[in-house]
């Protein structure tokens, strides 16, 4: 790392990434310092990798993860920073709201597992390709996603009668299930 | 069995050897970081782990969404309870972000201030907990006595030991009280040499070493692919800090960071301490100059206002005599 890669500016990284990425990235910009690239579902995987080998960019540090919900579509933002320069480029990926479905970049930096998993837990958003895709903060038996603008509080729920309570017995991940031990 | 404790063949079947699921924890649910551990094992030989987190998770992202800005800020210290002036600077931050507020640089050096020693205080319970956990007790008392001279000092500026509540979506709540630099200054003279006597009593200690050297190596990649960042990376040697990010306004301008590699990294006390009683040295010197340069304008305002009073005064004056004046003539007139 020299001094001179640490001083690349944001417009100068919105125009290498628009050079590296081609047709890939549907829209880029600069919001509040960050670089943004907006790319369609498919083609994250082959943006991920491209951000994260390139010599230049090197965006090997991912910071988060982040599910938003716009009531009429749904987001996934990633948070990208190098050691080499000091521009956070955020990725962005709309997502339909019904089948809110994005491939997994589990496999391209091992932190986004649990971000994702994360992410699956309080808005529904399905990684296709994570290797293991449960819950990871709310209960195992969780039916509803939490975070969802138009999910309502577990205590509303319940006074209406929609649930009524911990209906399976609580498992051990990894613990087989009772039926199977009988 | 062999001769070398080789469990084979037919003593294995014997043996019943099967893959064993145990439930470690979780803690109570008021210890830091509530987290179950599901091991696997094979006899006394760990397989895989399954941590199950989600203990303490207190939906602050829902609550936020029946809140306005202003509502949600006083929930914000509770983030994390040992550093809530970065959580409330944060957040504060963001929201100046969205509304472009510009923040007055007292309340930025303010919030430099008071953000560091805040800092410093997170890192002494990091230590002390750290000790704990191995066993060590003494560590502990340590770090919570010296903590207590910075919580004086924070319950002294904003009312509160650690729910502080302090930043405002543009400022601070209030300005420093008078008493706080005399303090100020006196701990940042007295703590190098209460780090001195951490390490004595920590770093070089032979039980302390036994259970940390080697123990759960990180390496570099890893520590980068995993998105490990600052004190979780720096021991791993090559990751270390990323730079801080071009044109963020979270990053006040106010004080020089010292250059990387300036401070060698230090497996248990906070790798930035020096640095951090460094800042808040030469943001106190720079507040010095700013409440100097502000007694000269309150000193220079005041003379105006007093110049003005005193205009004001003789023209008063002028006015009656002259008002006086006017009565005498008219009495005079009607006299005649």
Same mark, same amino acid.
């Given at each position: 790392?020299?001094?001179?890669?640490?001083?690349?500016?944001?417009?100068?990284?919105?125009?290498?990434?628009?050079?590296?990425?081609?047709?890939?990235?549907?829209?880029?910009?600069?919001?509040?310092?960050?670089?943004?690239?907006?790319?369609?579902?498919?083609?994250?995987?082959?943006?991920?990798?491209?951000?994260?080998?390139?010599?230049?960019?090197?965006?090997?540090?991912?910071?988060?993860?982040?599910?938003?919900?716009?009531?009429?579509?749904?987001?996934?933002?990633?948070?990208?920073?190098?050691?080499?320069? &000091?521009? #956070?480029? %955020?990725?962005?990926?709309?997502?339909? =709201?019904? /089948?809110?479905?994005?491939?997994? @970049?589990?496999? *391209?930096?091992?932190?986004?597992?649990?971000?994702?998993?994360?992410?699956?837990?309080?808005?529904?958003?399905?990684?296709?390709?994570?290797?293991?895709?449960?819950?990871?903060?709310?209960?195992?038996?969780?039916? &509803?996603? #939490?975070? %969802?603008?138009?999910?309502?509080?577990? =205590?509303? /729920?319940?006074?209406?009668?929609? @649930?009524?309570? *911990?209906?399976?017995?609580?498992?051990?991940?990894?613990?087989?299930?009772?039926?199977?031990?009988? | 069995?062999?001769?070398?404790?080789?469990?084979?063949?037919?003593?294995?079947?014997?043996?019943?050897?099967?893959?064993?699921?145990?439930?470690?924890?979780?803690?109570?649910?008021?210890?830091?970081?509530?987290?179950?551990?599901?091991?696997?094992?094979?006899?006394?030989?760990?397989?895989?782990?399954?941590?199950?987190?989600?203990?303490?998770?207190?939906?602050?992202?829902?609550?936020?969404?029946?809140?306005?800005?202003?509502?949600?800020?006083?929930?914000?210290?509770?983030?994390?309870?040992?550093?809530?002036?970065?959580?409330?600077?944060?957040?504060?931050?963001?929201?100046?972000?969205?509304?472009?507020?510009?923040?007055?640089?007292?309340?930025?050096?303010?919030?430099?201030?008071?953000?560091?020693?805040?800092?410093?205080?997170?890192?002494?319970?990091?230590?002390?907990?750290?000790?704990?956990?191995?066993?060590?007790?003494?560590?502990?008392?340590?770090?919570?006595?010296?903590?207590?001279?910075?919580?004086?000092?924070?319950?002294?500026?904003?009312?509160?030991?650690?729910?502080?509540?302090?930043?405002?979506?543009?400022?601070?709540?209030?300005?420093?009280?008078?008493?706080?630099?005399?303090?100020?200054?006196?701990?940042?003279?007295?703590?190098?040499?209460?780090?001195?006597?951490?390490?004595?009593?920590?770093?070089?200690?032979?039980?302390?070493?036994?259970?940390?050297?080697?123990?759960?190596?990180?390496?570099?990649?890893?520590?980068?692919?995993?998105?490990?960042?600052?004190?979780?990376?720096?021991?791993?040697?090559?990751?270390?800090?990323?730079?801080?990010?071009?044109?963020?306004?979270?990053?006040?301008?106010?004080?020089?960071?010292?250059?990387?590699?300036?401070?060698?990294?230090?497996?248990?006390?906070?790798?930035?301490?020096?640095?951090?009683?460094?800042?808040?040295?030469?943001?106190?010197?720079?507040?010095?100059?700013?409440?100097?340069?502000?007694?000269?304008?309150?000193?220079?305002?005041?003379?105006?206002?007093?110049?003005?009073?005193?205009?004001?005064?003789?023209?008063?004056?002028?006015?009656?005599?002259?008002?006086?004046?006017?009565?005498?003539?008219?009495?005079?007139?009607?006299?005649?």
């Amino acid at each position: 790392m020299t001094a001179e890669d640490l001083k690349l500016t944001a417009p100068e990284v919105l125009e290498y990434a628009r050079d590296l990425l081609g047709k890939l990235a549907r829209d880029l910009a600069i919001s509040d310092w960050h670089v943004v690239i907006e790319v369609g579902a498919e083609d994250l995987p082959e943006v991920a990798l491209r951000l994260r080998d390139d010599n230049k960019l090197s965006c090997k540090y991912l910071s988060t993860i982040i599910g938003v919900d716009y009531e009429e579509w749904m987001e996934t933002l990633y948070m990208l920073r190098s050691q080499d320069h &000091s521009v #956070p480029v %955020r990725l962005r990926v709309k997502l339909d =709201r019904e /089948r809110p479905e994005v491939p997994s @970049v589990a496999y *391209i930096w091992s932190g986004a597992n649990w971000h994702e998993r994360e992410a699956f837990d309080f808005f529904g958003i399905q990684f296709q390709g994570h290797p293991d895709l449960r819950h990871i903060l709310t209960r195992e038996d969780m039916d &509803s996603f #939490p975070l %969802r603008k138009d999910a309502r509080p577990h =205590r509303k /729920r319940r006074r209406s009668g929609q @649930v009524t309570g *911990i209906e399976e017995p609580v498992r051990l991940p990894g613990e087989p299930d009772s039926r199977e031990r009988s | 069995m062999t001769a070398a404790g080789e469990i084979t063949g037919q003593d294995r079947s014997m043996l019943h050897l099967e893959e064993m699921v145990l439930n470690m924890g979780p803690q109570h649910p008021s210890t830091h970081g509530v987290l179950r551990l599901v091991l696997h094992l094979d006899g006394e030989m760990l397989i895989s782990v399954d941590p199950v987190l989600g203990y303490l998770h207190r939906g602050f992202e829902k609550l936020a969404e029946n809140r306005t800005y202003l509502q949600y800020l006083a929930m914000i210290s509770r983030l994390d309870y040992l550093s809530g002036i970065f959580m409330e600077w944060s957040y504060v931050r963001s929201v100046e972000a969205l509304m472009d507020i510009e923040v007055p640089k007292r309340a930025e050096y303010i919030r430099v201030i008071i953000g560091e020693l805040n800092r410093i205080i997170s890192h002494h319970v990091a230590i002390g907990d750290f000790m704990l956990n191995l066993g060590a007790v003494t560590p502990f008392f340590w770090v919570f006595r010296d903590r207590e001279d910075v919580m004086d000092m924070l319950e002294m500026v904003t009312g509160q030991r650690m729910m502080y509540n302090f930043m405002r979506i543009g400022g601070v709540r209030w300005d420093l009280p008078d008493a706080f630099e005399a303090d100020c200054r006196k701990f940042l003279k007295e703590h190098p040499a209460k780090i001195d006597d951490y390490e004595k009593l920590i770093t070089d200690n032979e039980i302390f070493l036994a259970r940390t050297l080697g123990m759960g190596i990180i390496k570099p990649y890893d520590a980068l692919d995993y998105g490990r960042s600052g004190p979780h990376a720096r021991p791993p040697g090559a990751a270390g800090d990323l730079p801080p990010p071009a044109g963020d306004p979270a990053r006040p301008a106010v004080a020089p960071e010292a250059a990387p590699g300036e401070v060698p990294p230090h497996p248990v006390q906070a790798p930035g301490a020096p640095r951090r009683r460094r800042r808040i040295h030469h943001v106190l010197e720079i507040a010095q100059v700013g409440a100097e340069m502000a007694d000269d304008e309150q000193t220079e305002r005041e003379r105006c206002r007093e110049n003005r009073r005193r205009e004001c005064r003789e023209e008063q004056r002028d006015g009656r005599d002259q008002n006086e004046t006017d009565e005498e003539e008219a009495n005079r007139v009607r006299q005649e």
